[in-house]
């Protein structure tokens, strides 16, 4: 069975952090690129970070840059967010995704483009 599975969200205090996994089974991640999206309540879903097939680049939404990190290990077969700094407009359900490329170095960041997606773990950002 081919899936994406997240784990790590849970609730959190403004300021702190938490790292969000996604596991993927079934198929190789080193085919994909990789991708992180998140919606809040009332609103549409959104781009947070998305990583090339290689590593080697990335993008951010400009509301993360500078406190989201997001990496892979294709050994693992998993992809990580790393979230700093966290606000309570991050709360939201966080989302893995990931889409096969022939590209190495691209970085796809769509939503509708991609291939496979997880169910989602919640992060809540509150005192």
């Known amino acids: 069975q081919l899936q994406l599975v997240e784990s790590g969200g849970g609730l959190v205090q403004p300021g702190g952090s938490l790292r969000l996994s996604c596991a993927a089974s079934g198929f190789t991640l080193d085919d994909y690129a990789i991708g992180w999206f998140r919606q809040a309540p009332g609103k549409e879903r959104e781009g947070v970070s998305c990583?090339?097939?290689?590593?080697?680049?990335?993008d951010y939404a400009d509301s993360v840059k500078g406190r989201f990190t997001t990496s892979r290990d294709n050994a693992k077969n998993t992809m990580y967010l790393q979230m700093n700094s966290l606000k309570p407009e991050d709360t939201a359900v966080y989302y893995c995704?990931?889409?096969?490329?022939?590209?190495?170095?691209?970085?796809?960041?769509?939503?509708?483009?991609?291939?496979?997606w997880g169910k989602g773990t919640l992060v809540t950002v509150s005192l």
């Open positions: 990583i090339s097939r290689s590593g080697g680049s990335t």
């Open positions: 995704a990931a889409q096969f490329t022939l590209t190495a170095h691209q970085v796809m960041c769509v939503s509708g483009g991609m291939d496979y």
